[in-house]
C-alpha cells in the first residue's frame, strides 16, 4: 500500500509501506479521508520526541472496513474511530475519563497512523456513525470532540448561563473554529470574539461562524473584558493575552499546546478568583456526542474544509505551516 511517511524534520514522503494485518480483536480500515492535526504539524517541524521519522502519523480517520479479527465487526461497514488506545481497567478508564488512561498510547504516535491507504486499530477504539454522514463530517469527529469536551469543561465551571457571557477564543485554527462554530449553535456568536492573527483565517471565521474577528497586533485585547476565554493556541504570548482579557471571576480554559512552558499571571489569578483550566482531548463518550452533533449539522456546514490528494500531503503541510491555507483544517484523500 501507500502511505505518506514522516522522514525527517519538514518533510513527508509518498512510499511503499506493508498492508496492515487484522489481529485479534483488530480490524483494518481502508481510509476514506484523514485530517491534518495541529500535533502533526508539530511533529512535522520535529517538535514532538515521541513521534519520530518512519512513522505514519494521522489520527483523524473515517474508513470501511476490510479485515476483521473481530466477529462483531462486519466488513464494509464504516467508522471512525478514538485513536488513544486505552487499558479499560485504569482508575481514569473506570470513572469513564478515559483520555487520562494511565495506559494510553495512540495511533499516529506509538503505532502507524492514517496517512496510508490502510490502517489497523483495535475494534474496542471504533466509533459508529450513520452509515452515510459524510466523510468530511465523519474525517472532523475528533477535533471537534476536543473541542465538545473543552467547552463541556468550562461550561461546568461557570457561576452564570454561557449565554449571559462574552467569550473570546484566541485562534482560528481548527480547535478554534471548532470552538466558535459550537458556540455559535448554542447562541453565543453576538456575544463571541475570535482573535487570530491570520487574515485569511480571520475572514474564513467571520464568513462561517458568524462572530467577530480581531488581529490581536492591531487590536490589542483589552484588559479584563471577558468571563471566558478558551485559549486555542497555548503559546506563551497567547497565555498572557488570555489572563489580560480575562475579567474577575472568569474561567480560562487552555486547549492549546504550544508551548509547555512559560510565566503566567499568578497575582491575577488569585486576586481576581480566576479559574484557569486544562484539558486534554476526549472521552469516548464526548466522540460518540459529537459525532451525533456532526450528523444534526451542529458544526454548520463544513465548507470551509480543505481536501486534498494524500499524495500531496507534504505540500499541505508546506502551505500550513507558511499561513498559505484559509481553511483551518485540510483533509487528506488517499
Not at 473541542?147 to 469543561?153: D, I, Q
Not at 491570520?198 to 464568513?207: K, Y
Not at 488570555?242 to 503566567?264: C, R, T
Amino acid at each position: 500500500m501507500k502511505a505518506l511517511v514522516y522522514t525527517q524534520p519538514g518533510e513527508m514522503q509518498f512510499l511503499d509501506r506493508p498492508m496492515p494485518e487484522a489481529a485479534p480483536g483488530e480490524v483494518v480500515l481502508k481510509i476514506e479521508a484523514v485530517g491534518i492535526c495541529g500535533s502533526d504539524m508539530h511533529a512535522w517541524h520535529g517538535h514532538d520526541p515521541r513521534r519520530r521519522p518512519g512513522l505514519v502519523l494521522g489520527h483523524e480517520f473515517v474508513g470501511s472496513i476490510v479485515a476483521s479479527g473481530a466477529p462483531a465487526f462486519a466488513l464494509g461497514t464504516r467508522w471512525t474511530g478514538n485513536p488513544l488506545i486505552v487499558c479499560g481497567h485504569c482508575e481514569y478508564c473506570v470513572q469513564g475519563r478515559n483520555n487520562l488512561c494511565a495506559n494510553r498510547t495512540m495511533v499516529g504516535m506509538t503505532r502507524p497512523g492514517a496517512y496510508a491507504e490502510f490502517m489497523s486499530i483495535p475494534a474496542a477504539s471504533l466509533i459508529a456513525m450513520p452509515q452515510g454522514l459524510d466523510a468530511r463530517a465523519a474525517a472532523l469527529t475528533e477535533p471537534a470532540a476536543t473541542a465538545w469536551h473543552a467547552l463541556n469543561l468550562t461550561l461546568r465551571a461557570l457561576v452564570r448561563p454561557l449565554h449571559e457571557c462574552r467569550v473570546l477564543v484566541i485562534g482560528g485554527g481548527a480547535i478554534g473554529m471548532l470552538s466558535a462554530l459550537l458556540l455559535r449553535h448554542l447562541g453565543s456568536a453576538d456575544r463571541l470574539t475570535l482573535a487570530e492573527l491570520n487574515p485569511l483565517r480571520r475572514e474564513a471565521v467571520a464568513r462561517h461562524a458568524g462572530c467577530a474577528t480581531v488581529d490581536p497586533r492591531a487590536t490589542p485585547l483589552a484588559e479584563s473584558s471577558f468571563d471566558v476565554v478558551i485559549d486555542a493556541v497555548g503559546a506563551k504570548a497567547t497565555r498572557t493575552q488570555a489572563l489580560v482579557a480575562i475579567k474577575p471571576g472568569g474561567v480560562v480554559m487552555h486547549v492549546g499546546l504550544q508551548d509547555w512552558a512559560s510565566e503566567i499571571d499568578m497575582r491575577k489569578l488569585t486576586l481576581a478568583e480566576v479559574t484557569l483550566l486544562g484539558t486534554y482531548t476526549y472521552t469516548t463518550a464526548d466522540l460518540r456526542a459529537t459525532v451525533d452533533a456532526l450528523a444534526r449539522g451542529a458544526f454548520g456546514d463544513l465548507l470551509w474544509v480543505e481536501e486534498r490528494a494524500l499524495v500531496d500531503g507534504q505540500q499541505a503541510f508546506v502551505d500550513l505551516d507558511q499561513g498559505r491555507c484559509a481553511s483551518a483544517k485540510v483533509l487528506l484523500r488517499p
